[in-house]
């Protein structure tokens, strides 16, 4: 746990900085275009998960952004481990960011830049409080359609985001807990921090296309093919949410949450429903066991 008094330490540019020193440009790209890539990865109880798997998708955003890094891949690791242990946490949530830095001119090549680069560490985030994930979330189907590969490809974890603030205003409006979007041909993609997954007659069910390729959801494919549950990549129609046995969304921050109630339709079975309960169990075993972990303390 984060040490009492113990002002937060950030990576800037290769420093380790207390965060009330950690200050970037106001002229910086990423500030002023919400022009970067980042990633979340987090630690429980001293281990980082999939840590590897976590780089390895910032460094994909990074060259379809045609963004530079002053690290590689290793270094990378290095700095977010560092990071977590100089913050003193075992349960963390690490958000790693590079912009597009500061322009010598005001307009520039966007090809030609200086990365900034940052990480900063926090306590463990869970994307639902305790009552929701016993109980599980009511889920709104959002007005605002998610990108396409043909415009914004939703791989990209980058920080242009308002699109995602606009779709949670209206479903905190609206009274709902989190949101689901579609994609441009109406079927269900994703919310704005998480995967959708369904479960209908036994068969475990998730969007194959127009989502961010999630590290959890992907683990949550690994421990259905673990616990036998059969899995089917397919499109999803909100008609298939409202008639399924069992909604759950995945997130780094939380593993799954389930859903009890789609746009005012209360799903037939319990929230959470068995296999979402079993699958979550695996997850969470499995990251008390350390597997795909990296200790913070070695
Ligand atoms: C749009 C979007 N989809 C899905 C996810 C879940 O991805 P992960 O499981 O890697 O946290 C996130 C995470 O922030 C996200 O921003």
Redesign the pocket.
């Known amino acids: 746990m984060q040490q009492d008094q113990q002002e937060p330490v950030v990576y800037l540019n290769g420093e380790y900085l207390p965060a009330s020193r950690a200050g970037i440009s106001v002229f910086d790209q990423g500030f002023l275009l919400g022009d970067g890539v980042f ?2 990865v ?1 630690a429980w109880k001293g281990s980082i998960f999939k840590l590897r798997q ?1 780089v390895n ?1 910032f460094f994909d955003s990074l060259q379809a952004a045609h963004l530079h890094t002053s690290l590689n891949r290793e270094q990378w690791g290095e700095a977010i481990i560092e990071t977590v242990r100089r913050n003193g946490l075992d349960d963390a949530s690490i958000r790693f960011i590079i912009t597009r830095g500061v322009p010598e001119q005001v307009v520039a090549d966007p090809r030609v830049h200086q990365p900034t680069e940052v990480i900063w560490a926090a306590p463990y985030i869970f994307l639902g409080d305790e009552q929701q994930r016993s109980q599980g979330i009511r889920l709104m189907v959002s007005q605002l359609r ?1 990108f396409a590969s043909d415009t914004l490809d ?1 791989r990209y ?1 980058c920080l242009s ?1 308002m699109h ?1 603030q606009l779709a949670k205003v209206e479903a905190s409006a609206a009274g709902y807990d989190d949101l689901v979007w579609l994609n441009k041909d109406g079927f269900v993609a ?6 959708l997954f369904m479960i209908r007659d036994g068969i475990l069910y998730t969007p194959a296309v127009d ?9 949550f494919l690994e421990l259905a093919e673990r616990a036998g549950v059969p899995v089917e990549l397919r499109q999803l129609t909100v008609y298939d949410l409202c008639t399924a046995d069992e909604v759950f ?5 939380g593993g799954a949450l389930p859903v009890r109630e789609i746009s005012g339709r209360t799903l037939r079975g319990p929230a959470p429903g068995p296999i979402t309960r079993e699958l979550d169990r695996l997850y969470w075993a499995s990251r008390e066991a350390g597997e795909h972990g990296t200790p913070i303390h070695s």
């Open positions: 990633d979340v987090s976590h998708r998610g939703p974890k985001r995602f994703e919310g704005p921090a998480s995967n989502i961010l390729h999630g590290i959890t959801r992907q683990t969304t995945t997130s780094t921050a």
